[in-house]
C-alpha cells in the first residue's frame, strides 16, 4: 500500500522486464545444457545409463545446469536488482538509471565486465539448488510417467 500511494502504481513493476530477460537467461542455461552434463556426468561417473541416469549422474549433472543457469543469468540478475532498488538523487531528483540499456552501459563503463558476475559464487549457491531441484523433479515425474502408461 505504501508503494502504490507514495511511488505510484507503476513502481509496483519495477524491474519486471529484466526479471523476465532473468527467467528466461536462467531456463535457457539450466534445459539447455542438462541433457548434455548427463551424457558427460555419466561417463566420467561410468554410468552405462541403461536405465535411465543414475542418482550421481543426476546431481552432478543438474549441478552442473545450474552453474550454467547461474551464468547465463546473473546479468540479468543484477540489472533487475539495481533498477529495482534505486532511488532519486536526494539533490537533483533524478534516479541513476533510465532503463536497462543505461544501466547495463553504465555497469559496464564503471565496473567492467567483471561487474557483472560479482558475487557469483553467492548466486550459484542459490541457483543451483533451484536447478537441482527442479530437474531432479522433472526426472523423476518423467520415469514414473513412463513406467505407468509405457512410453
Not at 10 to 23: D, Q, S, T
Not at 32 to 60: H, R, W
Not at 63 to 87: H, I, Y
Amino acid at each position: 500500500f505504501r508503494v502504490t500511494t507514495e511511488e505510484g502504481v507503476g513502481a509496483l513493476y519495477k524491474g519486471v522486464f529484466p526479471n523476465i530477460l532473468r527467467g528466461m537467461a536462467m531456463n535457457v542455461g539450466m534445459l539447455a545444457c542438462y541433457d548434455q552434463a548427463k551424457e558427460i556426468i555419466a561417463g566420467l561417473v561410468n554410468d552405462p545409463m541403461i536405465d535411465g541416469p543414475s542418482l550421481p549422474t543426476k546431481l552432478g549433472s543438474s549441478a552442473l545446469a545450474g552453474f550454467t543457469a547461474a551464468l547465463f543469468s546473473m546479468p540479468f540478475d543484477l540489472v533487475k536488482s539495481r533498477l529495482m532498488a534505486q532511488k532519486p538523487d536526494p539533490e537533483t531528483g533524478k534516479l541513476p538509471y533510465k532503463g536497462i540499456v543505461d544501466c547495463v552501459v553504465k555497469i559496464g563503463s564503471k565496473e567492467g565486465p567483471k561487474g557483472f558476475f560479482a558475487g557469483f559464487s553467492a548466486y550459484y549457491g542459490r541457483c543451483a539448488p533451484h536447478a537441482m531441484i527442479i530437474l531432479l523433479s522433472i526426472e523423476s515425474i518423467t520415469s514414473f510417467y513412463r513406467k505407468t502408461f509405457g512410453t
